[in-house]
């Protein structure tokens, strides 16, 4: 390894939403080239790789601040590129599959840099999902029909909460509730199916799961339920739009990728609403799969949803029996939607969310970014935006756009919480 080559990075150790202001590489001979490589394991144990080429300037240095790559898994000048454009292996063949992240333990990024078949440089990176190891509360229950972990910042409180509700795939998501408590917020990830004593399918799941999660945060003297944000994506944020029409008690929402409808739940065999209230159905579109869809299902290979969801609206004439009355909201909306959504047809839906505000005179503010290219938009920031997630696309764009709407779009939700949860001398300065 060269004593000469020095890698600069800045911050090496940081909460896993915030950007990497620095990657400089200096002490080359000038000309020099070199590979830049970042790796780490997700939690499913598969290692991902990022790597660029590139020629060091007259005075033997590479920034990649202003210095795009020759060659590699991203285009761009972005020292945060080296994080959001790793792929499995570092294959830039290999469609680009879901970043394993289930726990709010910490990344640990390797980062290195080789010429000539060797290594001549190695730094670390630390993201951490929490604003201090020792700080955060964590604490799960699972108990009345309430399943779910509440993070809390360090401190007495009481805090304004946000509920967390997971998409398609079910469970709790630990990570997002956990980087929100950094930022402040008693952070709720609340299970509705596929965890615990909770249903196994999302199938006719009885809304009022919600009103129990409520009863029980309120009963906590660290939690101000006064103040509740709803945060969803993909079928979660189709929820986070239903709960906060029928909940006058959130003050704000915000939906990624999510539905203005009411959809079918998802379950082979007869189709059903997706959600129950007072024991009754809720009236639901149902998906109108293509027989090329089908045989792909049954023979297990990739599939795009989204035609089956156009095909479902346009056998409807009067959508107004299963549209979310988002008018009934009593706070601000937020929106997130890529136009490449190949998962269903999010912005869309958005588009008509926001007409519907407007038709209404909706008495509260609402943001929507449609994000031009973009997929389905549930990943992470600063983690790679999935194409695929098992045989289901979620885009056909390159994912490097998905990544940077998606860097995009948690920063500028972290700013609607702030601005509709907190007060001016709660807002944190994030480390």
């Known amino acids: 390894m060269s004593e000469k080559c020095q890698i600069e990075i800045q911050p090496r150790e940081s909460l896993a939403d915030q950007p990497l202001r620095t990657v400089n590489i200096t002490g080359l001979s000038p000309a020099q080239e070199i590979t830049v490589r970042a790796e780490v394991q997700d939690d499913a144990g598969i290692v991902w790789m990022s790597w660029g080429v590139f020629r060091s300037d007259d005075s033997g240095s590479v920034d990649l601040s202003n210095q795009a790559p020759r060659s590699g898994t991203f285009t761009q000048a972005d020292p945060s590129a080296i994080l959001w454009s790793m792929r499995p292996g570092g294959d830039v063949k290999q469609s680009v599959p879901m970043f394993a992240k289930t726990t709010a333990a910490p990344l640990n990024i390797n980062v290195t840099v080789d010429s000539d078949g060797k290594t001549v440089g190695s730094a670390n990176i630390r993201r951490r999902y929490s604003s201090q190891e020792s700080g955060l509360i964590r604490e799960p229950v699972d108990l009345d029909g309430v ?4 993070f809390l910042p360090e401190g007495a409180g009481p805090y304004p909460v946000v509920i967390c509700l997971s998409g398609s795939g079910g469970g709790l998501n630990e990570p997002r509730a956990s980087l929100l408590a950094a930022h402040g917020f008693a952070a709720f990830t609340l299970g509705y199916f596929g965890v615990g004593s909770l249903p196994k399918e999302l199938n006719e ?3 009022e799961f919600f009103e129990r999660g409520l009863a029980w945060l309120q009963k906590h003297e660290s939690v101000d339920t006064d103040r509740i944000g709803v945060y969803g994506y993909s079928k979660g ?18 939906a990624f990728s999510g539905s203005s409808y009411v959809w079918q739940g998802l379950r082979f065999g007869r189709p059903s609403s997706s959600w129950t209230r007072k024991g009754k159905i809720l009236p639901y579109i149902p998906m109108k799969l293509p027989l090329k869809t089908m045989l792909k299902l049954f023979t297990g290979r990739k599939v795009a949803f989204r035609r089956s969801y156009e095909n479902g609206l346009k056998a409807i004439d009067d959508k107004a029996p299963y549209t979310i009355q988002v008018e009934n909201i009593n706070g601000s909306v937020f929106l997130v939607a890529g136009t490449d959504d190949q998962v269903w ?4 839906f958005s588009d008509v969310v926001v007409e519907r505000l407007k038709e209404h005179n909706h008495p509260h503010s609402h943001e929507y970014l449609r994000e031009e290219g973009a997929g389905h938009l549930v990943c992470m920031p600063y983690i790679p935006s999935a194409e695929t997630c098992r045989n289901l696309i979620f885009t056909t764009s390159d994912t490097e756009l998905s990544s940077i709407a998606m860097i995009k779009a948690w920063g500028a939700m972290l700013d609607f919480f702030n601005e509709h949860l907190l007060s001016e001398k709660e807002v944190c300065n994030v480390d």
């Open 345 to 348: 047809p999010s912005a869309d």
């Open 237 to 254: 944020g189709e929820l986070a739009l239903l709960l906060s029409s029928l909940y006058p008690r959130i003050k704000a929402v915000a």
């Open 205 to 207: 799941i009885p809304v």
């Open 147 to 150: 399943t779910g972990t509440l």
